[in-house]
């Protein structure tokens, strides 16, 4: 079945490094892409997605762009900031609305 | 800015014990889902809900799981008789009709604990 697969966190990084948090996915078809982000005490938020292959979904300096090749769909950003510090989910959908989600990744960013 | 509520926070139950999570979706949506996370584990689907019916349902979501949409706010989980497996994190999500690819605003969560 489909399927999702995050990098384990957390990630530890400096304010103002280069992020990558890789994510790739196993689907029969071609499924529309997302990257949702938790802040602590707070609901799930979607913060991009790409619906085919070579999109680019970005908002708020993220980036993530549909690798059908590799199957991928790695979320980065150039220069991160403290209130970045999060969870980060990678997730899909195919064919239905329901939503498939990676375990998740924590993100620690040090001023 | 609208937004999808749960509550209670956190419920502690007794295994066996019946209970009920709730949801305030935002106004004006249609769709509604429930998730879950088991600590250290992936968010899994549940069910979805549109139009006062169940439209998909996980292998999850057996006999002790029921929706409801009692009135026009509120969405609500029922779990019969809890077990200590169902101890997790519970998502609530609700979508418009005409939104953009799937787009679902998610609750804080509530935290079920059985003990």
Same mark, same amino acid.
């Given at each position: 079945?489909?399927?999702?697969?995050?990098?384990?966190?957390?990630?530890?990084?400096?304010?103002?490094?280069?992020?990558?948090?890789?994510?790739?996915?196993?689907?029969?078809?071609?499924?529309?892409?997302?990257?949702?982000?938790? @802040?602590?005490? /707070?609901?799930?938020?979607?913060? =991009?997605?790409?619906?085919?292959?070579?999109?680019?979904? !970005?908002?708020?300096? &993220?980036?993530?762009? @549909?690798?059908? /090749?590799?199957?991928?769909?790695? =979320?980065?950003?150039?220069?991160?900031?403290?209130?970045? !510090?999060?969870?980060? &989910?990678?997730?899909?959908?195919?064919?239905?609305?329901?939503?498939?989600?990676?375990?998740?990744?924590?993100?620690?960013?040090?001023? | 800015?609208?937004?999808?509520?749960?509550?209670?926070?956190?419920?502690?139950?007794?295994?066996?014990?019946?209970?009920?999570?709730?949801?305030?979706?935002?106004?004006?949506?249609?769709?509604?889902?429930?998730?879950?996370?088991?600590?250290?584990q992936k968010v899994e689907f549940l069910v979805s809900f549109y139009n006062?019916?169940?439209?998909?349902?996980?292998?999850?979501?057996?006999?002790?799981?029921?929706?409801?949409?009692?009135?026009?706010?509120?969405?609500?989980?029922?779990?019969?008789?809890?077990?200590?497996?169902?101890?997790?994190?519970?998502?609530?999500?609700?979508?418009?009709?005409?939104?953009?690819?799937?787009?679902?605003?998610?609750?804080?969560?509530?935290?079920?604990?059985?003990?």
């Open positions: 079945g489909n399927s999702v697969t995050q990098m384990e966190g957390p990630v530890t990084l400096s304010e103002e490094a280069f992020l990558t948090i890789n994510c790739t996915y196993t689907a029969t078809g071609y499924p529309s892409l997302f990257w949702y982000v938790q @802040y602590p005490g /707070e609901g799930l938020q979607l913060l =991009l997605k790409a619906t085919k292959a070579d999109d680019k979904g !970005s908002n708020k300096g &993220f980036e993530a762009t @549909y690798r059908k /090749e590799t199957t991928s769909f790695h =979320l980065e950003k150039g220069s991160v900031q403290v209130s970045d !510090s999060a969870v980060y &989910f990678c997730a899909l959908s195919e064919y239905t609305d329901k939503l498939i989600f990676g375990t998740g990744t924590r993100l620690q960013v040090f001023p | 800015e609208p937004e999808v509520t749960q509550t209670p926070s956190h419920q502690v139950t007794q295994m066996g014990q019946e209970v009920i999570l709730r949801c305030v979706p935002i106004s004006n949506h249609l769709y509604f889902y429930w998730y879950r996370q088991i600590l250290g006062n019916e169940i439209s998909e349902k996980s292998e999850i979501f057996d006999d002790q799981f029921s929706v409801e949409r009692p009135d026009g706010s509120n969405f609500t989980l029922k779990i019969r008789s809890t077990k200590l497996e169902d101890s997790a994190m519970y998502f609530c999500a609700s979508r418009p009709g005409t939104s953009g690819v799937y787009e679902q605003y998610f609750g804080p969560g509530t935290r079920l604990t059985v003990t």
